[in-house]
């Protein structure tokens, strides 16, 4: 397995660590529960360097990214972000993604640490009618992540992260808008830094070259310590982003499902002249074909992914992905369901190890940061 530029400070910290996509991960460091609470209550600091950064430059990468991904990145505005979707002809899901529009005529496409290869080649094979270059710099760059409601003071008070006048383009840490990106430095080295995350609460990533990433850890933490800052792993960030109704791929998405059927409809650009997916998403899915909802459930037990879901005695849904929301006090879940079950406050029963439990259909997201 690889490992994170960051292994020996997760080492030092006492994490243990899981198998993902290939990568050896921290999945937790004290309690999920308590990384989980400092998240929503103070800031939670990630490696996420497991994550795929490739960057595509030249002439024609904004026409490119129009044609290969379903959404319109040519207009994105230099140092803004856009979340976007890679489909393939029959519209499925290939990948999820989020697009920095990173400098002039160069874009940095983030996917998926599980999609890597697949996203690489599905670009490649796009971009022959193109002046364009890919390359896959996740080899070279660390992604650390400050997530909650003290990310940016902590960021702010952390000694030598500097902004960098020549790419902030006049934004501060305060100023910078949500799906917006600067320049920073970090000993002597560029930090690429976002303010963007998969948690719902505040917070900000942070891109920059393997070498420096040790010390920038260890310094966020340092100045973290006092604002309760702790480190996370994969566990909390799994709760945090359900609780967000965020989609996870290989759970709400893959290439079985279309983006409507996910409530992703809104990120596809259909007027658009052409992108790969266009006819098949133009078509839309089969009139029982199944939609995302969330679930909230009665009792302690909470559904995991692949109970069933039933409506009397007929199987009508599966849940993808489910927990006892540590925020919120109570099971939830999110489920693909018949069309027909998918309003708000319909009552249905999760089968959780042949204990039939009753679930409630509600809206997504489970949980919102307030203002």
């Known amino acids: 397995m690889q490992r994170s530029p960051l292994h020996d400070e997760h080492l030092a910290l006492g994490a243990s660590f899981t198998g993902f996509a290939g990568w050896q991960m921290p999945v937790r460091y004290s309690s999920d529960l308590a990384e989980h609470a400092a998240v929503r209550t103070a800031a939670g600091l990630f490696d996420l360097s497991h994550m795929a950064e490739i960057s595509v430059t030249g002439a024609d990468a904004g026409a490119f990214l129009d044609v290969a991904l379903a959404g319109r990145l040519s207009t ?40 890597r290869h697949a996203v690489e080649e599905a670009l490649l094979d796009r971009q022959a009618d193109f002046e364009v270059q890919l390359a896959d710099l996740t080899e070279q760059l660390s992604l650390i992540a400050v997530q909650g409601p003290a990310a940016r003071a902590i960021l702010e008070q952390t000694e030598g992260l500097e902004i960098s006048d020549e790419l902030s383009r006049g934004r501060t840490l305060d ?47 340092a100045a973290g310590e006092p604002n309760g800052l702790v480190p996370c792993g994969l566990a909390a960030r799994d709760t945090l982003r359900l609780e967000a109704g965020m ?76 927990a006892l929301s540590p925020t919120l006090g109570y099971p939830i879940a999110m ?9 708000p406050g319909t009552v249905l029963d999760v089968d959780v190890r042949g204990t039939r439990v009753p679930a409630t259909v509600v809206a997504l997201p489970f949980y919102r940061k307030e203002a």
Request: aromatic share 8%; charged share 20%.
């Open 76 to 115: 994105l505005p230099l140092l803004k972000a856009k979340y976007s979707l890679l489909l393939d002809e029959s519209g499925g899901i290939i990948d999820d993604l989020i697009v920095y529009a990173s400098a002039d005529a160069e874009y940095l496409v983030v996917a998926n640490a599980s999609n």
């Open 247 to 322: 989609p996870l791929y290989g759970h709400e998405l893959s290439r079985d499902i279309l983006p409507v059927q996910a409530g992703l409809g809104r990120v596809v650009a259909v007027d658009k002249p052409r992108f790969v997916g266009k006819s098949a998403v133009e078509a839309g899915p089969a009139a029982d074909a199944r939609v995302l909802v969330g679930l909230r459930t009665e009792g302690r037990r909470a559904p995991r992914a692949d109970y069933p879901v039933l409506a009397g005695d007929t199987e009508v849904g599966v849940v993808t992905s489910g």
């Open 175 to 221: 100023s910078l808008g949500y799906y917006a990106a600067m320049g920073m430095t970090w000993a002597g080295g560029a930090v690429f830094i976002a303010r963007t995350g998969y948690t719902g609460e505040d917070g900000f990533e942070l891109y920059l070259d393997n070498a420096d990433a040790p010390s920038l850890w260890r310094a966020i933490l």
């Open 335 to 343: 489920a693909f369901v018949h069309p027909d079950h998918q309003t």
